[in-house]
């Protein structure tokens, strides 16, 4: 039974919450309190306010005016069995959680990168990415067709690696056929991606011809799908990637790059003679990366041929840049710009460029502790990868073994592919968890 | 907040474009107020009385659509939700993701006051400021109420950094929430058993809650029974899976909360969300296998909208990172990524101090800025114009070079101030270090590639030896 109230009791409490004004009390209409108080309006006040005006399904608005803040409270609809006097609340208001699905117009192109002896390749398998229609691991609004592929990386050369990488390589360093080979055997990497960049007239401007046998030589080492890559400098790529599109002809390579700075035209074409898909590579710049793909279209590379590299750059050095840049690409392909909807690969092996992920101590002084940089680096990768993972990326060219793992581990599961790996915990066991000593 | 266009704000302003805030109209204050780059306090003539009305329309219409919570008091309050977009590029996010380390209560006194301490100090610096940690949770392993406030006296004693204090247990939540109350600490968690008991705690000592279930019917029933009660200050746990499927949906209702409570604005449900990554410690027995997928879950999670977190590993491999990255979400994208160009003093130069060159990239620029500074190396910085590119991009793209070097002299009268007339460059620029020599006329010496090795270099290059 609700607990009479007098106007006294009234006028105590707010005497009691400072209440100065009481204006425009009306019981047809809205009610407007001002109140001086520092802290949130006391609901013991509301419901007092409540029950003897006995409204419960009129709007009741009180605002509490204060030098900083305004606050408005209430709902009375919501409001459980609130009677005056009683403060403790017995039960539960009965509520539905309800939230619609994203609806999406585009799709992501679907791209099939290596080719199997049926379609005149020799690769053992195939590897699909792309084809979403919605956002990454978004499978509530729609199942993601394929999960993200890691592709490892070796050179044509030894080259300098930062201490926690090189260990894994230094055995391979000199032949990228058993480096290859590494990648697949004992990292388990979906395919394989081979840098050409002893190209390059400023390292040793290995010829084409030279470069072209590389590629033979990891075509027979491995049987995955794999990326050819040239050394990034704009007058040599064009011939380097040529020669090594013939030698692989009909195996369905991913090629890199074609950009803007450069003859991607004779990179198109190469690719198209010899039946590869092409990858259409620009810095950081949504306009540049729909110019790029319109040249292509109008090279007449069919849709299913292209995939593209929006660039990566590493955490804490621009990770925001190439995190916002893929996301937008990414929506305005599902909402329709199909410029841009193609499957996303991404040079996660940048994150060694990351002084943190290298560097023995901060050169700051007044930084805290580094820790050892063999922990840190390979953190820098994975955080690198997962996070333009969830921005979009289809295809990561990774470098850790460690770090390509991890990244594998955890999209598969977001990707929700079925893993051994779900253990059976309280979710609210970690309050209590005892860390052993 | 949902506003097309600043007209719709105007409309409540005073209209008489007096500038107390600053602006010379209300139309352009209200501009400023659509970006949330000011806020509604710039407009003192707003709080006469008699604008009263429109004040509080005002304030109801910039309301962020998740409701903004405090946690703790005085300088390192923290303050979370208050988002209003779904992606960063469509405004920015405002309160990064909070970062929290645990402490538990079955510690020994020495070791817990060293974590704490570890936890409040820890900094790092990273453009041109130094990154910190947000809060501490304190757990209750022992669940015995006097364990418990016994622990929590300690660390309160020890940090002013916002508390989190996590039992299930009401009365053990109880005896640390009465000796740490004056903090506004947010007290963990209220769940479908024992919420009665929270809800009066929350009321009682006016502290934020934090309401768990991985049922989302339960947890919007929850979040409306105590907003209903009047508690608003609530912090919403939809339950953090570390592996396998339980983490994939983990993932779905993170998203799900966020969109309803953004896209289609269900104020029920718009609360901060708080994700819990240290459940990986649960599943993992090796510490760094268990310390990595920890910062893979609070990646996956910062990225997808947690607004604060619980994590166990304070090695500086796991908080480097994971900091970085909330640092990276964080930054307002609107925000120039260039500073100007000129010459900058690092400590007490004199003439025969030496003359570094770097680029107007922030990165860069703060990079080695504090490079030098940190390391006391009294000097002079040249900051010249690549259009905000990092010094491998610019010189790569043609940004850096002899010429805008030469300019750049010129026009700060560098000569003026330096008498050795002898520049360091990068040694990502060497490649131009013969032209500038050509372009300028000063000595050029290259130094090394990355600006944390410039106190070796010195040691080794500097005076350089043919220097009159
Ligand atoms: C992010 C990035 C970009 C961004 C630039 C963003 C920006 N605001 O700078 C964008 C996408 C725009 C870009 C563009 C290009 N890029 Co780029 N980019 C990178 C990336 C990923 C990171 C660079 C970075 O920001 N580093 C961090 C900053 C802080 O480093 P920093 O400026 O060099 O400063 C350090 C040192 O130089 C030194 N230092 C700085 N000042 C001083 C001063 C003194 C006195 C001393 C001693 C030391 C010192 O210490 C600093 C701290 O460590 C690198 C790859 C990598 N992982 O490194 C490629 C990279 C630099 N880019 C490259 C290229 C080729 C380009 C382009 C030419 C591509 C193209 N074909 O168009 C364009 C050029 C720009 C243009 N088109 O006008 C190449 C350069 C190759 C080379 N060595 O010539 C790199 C190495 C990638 C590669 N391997 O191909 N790029
Ligand atoms: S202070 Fe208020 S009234 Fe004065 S100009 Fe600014 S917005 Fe207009």
Redesign the pocket.
């Known amino acids: 039974m609700p607990k009479e109230i007098t106007l006294a009791d009234i006028m105590d409490i707010l005497e009691e919450y400072e209440v100065i004004e009481l204006e425009d009390v009306s019981i047809e209409g809205e009610i407007e309190l001002e109140i001086s108080s520092d802290g949130a309006v006391p609901t013991s006040l509301i419901q007092i306010l409540q029950s003897m005006l006995g409204v419960v399904d009129k709007q009741i608005e009180a605002t509490l005016s204060t030098r900083s803040s305004l606050i408005q409270i209430l709902q009375p609809a919501q409001l459980p069995q609130l009677s005056a006097g009683e403060t403790k609340v017995q039960s539960l208001v009965p509520a539905k959680f309800e939230v619609a699905k994203a609806e999406w117009n585009g799709q992501i192109e679907e791209v099939t990168l290596g080719a199997t002896s049926s379609d005149g390749g020799t690769r053992g398998n195939v590897v699909t990415i792309g084809g979403e229609k919605a956002l990454p691991f978004y499978n509530f609004d729609n199942q993601m067709p394929h999960p993200p592929v890691i592709s490892v990386d070796c050179f044509d050369m030894p080259i300098p690696l930062a201490k926690a990488v090189r260990g894994y390589y230094d055995d391979v360093m000199e032949d990228p056929g058993e480096w290859a080979k590494k990648n697949v055997q004992e990292f388990g990497a979906d395919m394989v991606t081979i840098h050409l960049i002893s190209t390059d007239p400023m390292i040793n401007d290995t010829s084409a011809k030279e470069a072209a046998k590389t590629v033979e030589e990891v075509l027979q080492a491995v049987k995955v799908p794999i990326v050819i890559g040239g050394s990034?400098n704009?007058d040599k790529d064009p011939a380097v990637l040529e020669a090594a599109a013939e030698v692989a002809e009909g195996e369905r390579c991913l090629i890199a790059s074609a950009?803007?700075?450069m003859d991607y035209e004779r990179i198109a074409k190469a690719a198209q003679d010899y039946g590869h898909v092409i990858l259409s590579w620009t810095?950081?710049?949504i306009n540049a990366q729909k110019t790029l793909n319109r040249y292509l279209f109008k090279l007449g590379v069919p849709r299913e041929d292209i995939v593209i590299d929006p660039?990566?750059?590493?955490l804490g050095?621009?990770l925001d840049?190439a995190y916002t840049n893929i996301e937008r690409m990414r929506i305005a392909a599902l909402k329709g710009d199909s410029d841009l909807a193609f499957p996303i690969s991404c040079g996660i092996t940048?994150a060694?460029?990351a002084?943190e992920a290298w560097m023995k101590d901060s050169p700051i002084r007044e930084d805290s502790d580094w820790g050892p940089a063999a922990y840190r680096g390979p953190l820098f990768e994975i955080v690198t990868g997962l996070t333009l993972g969830i921005a979009g990326g289809d295809l990561f060219m990774m470098m850790h073994p460690k770090a390509a793992k991890t990244v594998k581990r955890v999209t598969q599961m977001l990707f929700g592919a079925k893993t051994d790996d779900d253990k059976a915990i309280g979710l609210a066991d970690w309050v209590k968890w005892r860390p052993e000593k | 907040m949902r506003i097309g266009s600043p007209m719709e704000i105007w409309e409540y302003l005073p209209g008489t474009n007096c500038g107390e805030c600053g602006e010379k109209t209300c139309l352009a204050y209200a501009s400023l107020l659509k970006d949330r780059k000011k806020s509604l306090e710039d407009c003192k003539p707003l709080f006469e009385p008699k604008y009263a009305d429109k004040a509080s329309k005002l304030m109801d219409l910039l309301a962020p659509e998740v409701r903004e919570v405090k946690i703790g008091v005085g300088a390192r309050t923290m303050k979370i939700g208050g988002e209003d977009v779904l992606y960063r590029h469509e405004l920015t996010f405002f309160n990064r993701t909070a970062l929290t380390y645990d402490v538990w209560d079955t510690m020994d006194e020495a070791e817990l006051r060293v974590r704490v301490k570890e936890i409040t100090d820890w900094r790092k610096f990273y453009v041109g400021e130094f990154l910190t940690l947000d809060a501490i949770a304190i757990r209750s392993v022992s669940d015995d109420a006097n364990t418990f406030a016994t622990c929590v006296k300690c660390v309160a004693e020890e940090t002013d950094l916002p508390l989190v204090l996590c039992s299930f247990n009401a009365e053990v939540q109880e005896e640390g929430l009465k000796t740490v109350s004056d903090r506004n600490p947010l007290i963990y968690a209220a769940d479908k058993d024992n919420w009665s008991e929270m809800l009066s705690l929350a009321k009682r000592y006016k502290v934020p809650v934090a309401l768990f279930s991985p049922d989302l019917n339960m947890l919007n029933s929850l979040a409306v029974t105590f907003s209903s009660a009047g508690i608003q200050d609530l912090v919403l746990d939809p339950g953090t899976y570390p592996t396998g499927n339980g983490l994939r949906d983990s993932f779905s209702r993170f998203v799900q909360l966020r969109r309803a409570g953004i896209g289609e604005q269900d104020k029920q449900i718009a609360y901060p969300l708080i994700a819990v990554p240290m459940t990986a410690w649960q599943v993992l027995e090796d510490a760094l296998e268990a310390s990595y997928w920890e910062a893979v879950i609070a990646d996956t999670f910062i990225l997808r909208y947690a607004d604060m977190m619980i994590l166990h590993s304070i090695e500086p491999h796991s908080l480097i990172p994971e900091r970085t990255l909330v640092a990276n979400i964080y930054t307002d994208p609107r925000r120039p990524?260039s500073v100007d160009a000129g010459l900058r003093e690092v400590g007490n130069p004199t003439a025969e101090s030496p003359l570094?060159?770097?680029?107007n990239?922030a990165?860069?620029y703060y990079?080695?800025e504090s490079?030098i500074a940190s390391n006391k190396i009294d000097s002079y910085l040249m900051v010249v114009d690549t259009?905000?590119?990092?010094?491998?991009?610019?010189?790569?793209?043609?940004?850096l070079n002899a010429n805008v070097i030469k300019e750049t002299i010129d026009s700060h009268e560098i000569g003026k101030k330096v008498k050795n007339e002898t520049i360091?460059?990068?040694?990502?620029?060497a490649r131009i270090s013969g032209e500038t020599e050509d372009a300028t006329g000063w000595t050029v010496l290259v130094?090394?590639?990355?600006?944390?090795?410039?106190p070796g270099?010195m040691e080794t290059s500097w005076p350089p030896e043919n220097a009159s």
């Open positions: 990034g704009p950009n803007l700075n810095q950081l710049d660039t990566t750059a590493a050095y621009g840049y940048n060694w460029g002084r | 990524v570094f060159l770097t680029t990239f990165l860069t990079t080695v490079d259009d905000g590119l990092g010094v491998e991009a610019a010189v790569a793209g043609g940004q360091v460059l990068p040694g990502l620029a130094g090394p590639r990355d600006s944390g090795r410039i270099w």
